[in-house]
């Protein structure tokens, strides 16, 4: 069995791409020790920074706090899992609506455009307090907490991903729809076989994105009252006169959300090699 051996001029084209390699690993090096010195130069060896350091990073009640935050966590983990379901639910269905064709269906086009431009120009903040305090004064009884903020989450961001299922399913070719139509397949067929499973791919990142802003905004369910860690957190600062565990339950927070942050860089890479090597999306 005979093996090739490379030629000199791909070997010199090895040694190019080593060194190169070689170079751009010192610059790196070089650049995070440059940017460590500045920062600790600009701001860790500053006098004020031990009294930031003991208000906003103290281990000590980082530990005392951790459990209570960790118990108020899990109420905005139920939050967050409840909204999974109930904003898909609706959010498909309000992008279905106003993706129908034909005058007889303008009525629920209409409604279905007036909630979206509603519900994306109302900050979450009021959506809180209306729902929050305005349902049980409407209906004369208490409201749990956590039932109250899945649905003002629901109601808010079923309006943002609506808009994100109807752009992907307007983004499919429509000789996709009527290629389908033509084999045969109803309406609902076409959407469940066809569409859907080419617009997931292309809405696949926003939504994603819209997800990672649904994990962040549970933790304002502390408005309504509900235990939740921002909740548990401001009671242990108003004991100990310290930010550290406001600290902790954004320390949460950002944990819940990298795994989601990570995933939507490396699947919007994936489909931007997919676009550039000429694949079929």
């Known amino acids: 069995m005979t093996t090739s ?29 440059a940017f460590a010195a500045i920062v600790w130069l600009t701001v860790i060896n500053t006098e004020g920074w031990a009294t930031v350091q003991q ?31 109930t904003v898909g639910a609706a959010s498909l269905l309000i992008a279905l609506l106003r993706t129908l064709r034909g005058p007889v269906f303008f009525p629920l086009r209409f409604l279905a455009a007036a909630y979206t431009d509603l519900f994306r120009g109302l900050p979450f903040i009021i959506v809180l307090y209306l729902v929050g305090f305005g349902l049980p004064t409407i209906l004369g009884t208490r409201i749990d907490p956590v039932a ?8 808010t961001y079923s309006a943002y991903v609506a808009e994100v299922v109807r752009a992907g399913i307007e983004s499919v070719h429509p000789s996709q729809r009527l290629a389908a139509r033509a084999l045969g397949l109803s309406y ?5 076989r066809v569409v859907l499973p080419q617009a997931l ?9 819209d997800f990672i802003s649904m994990q962040k905004d549970v933790g304002l369910i502390s408005i309504l009252a509900a235990f939740d860690a921002i909740a548990e957190a401001k009671g242990v600062v108003a004991t100990t006169y310290n930010f550290t565990p406001y600290v902790v339950a954004g320390v ?27 694949s079929i999306l």
């Open 148 to 155: 109250l903020g899945i649905l003002a989450i629901t109601l």
């Open 188 to 192: 609902a067929q076409t959407l469940r």
């Open 55 to 85: 208000s906003f990073f103290d281990p000590a009640i980082a530990v005392q706090a951790l459990p209570e935050v960790w118990r108020g966590f899990l109420i905005n983990l139920r939050v967050l899992a409840f909204s999974i379901f």
């Open 5 to 33: 051996t490379p030629s000199a001029l791909e070997l010199e084209r090895r040694a190019f791409r080593r060194s190169r390699e070689r170079r751009s690993v010192l610059i790196a090096v070089a650049s995070t020790l």
């Open 201 to 209: 791919r292309k809405m696949t990142p926003p939504l994603m994105n």
């Open 252 to 278: 949460l927070f950002v944990l819940l959300a990298l795994p989601t942050i990570r995933l939507t860089d490396w699947y919007t890479a994936r489909l931007r090699a997919r676009e550039q090597t000429g």
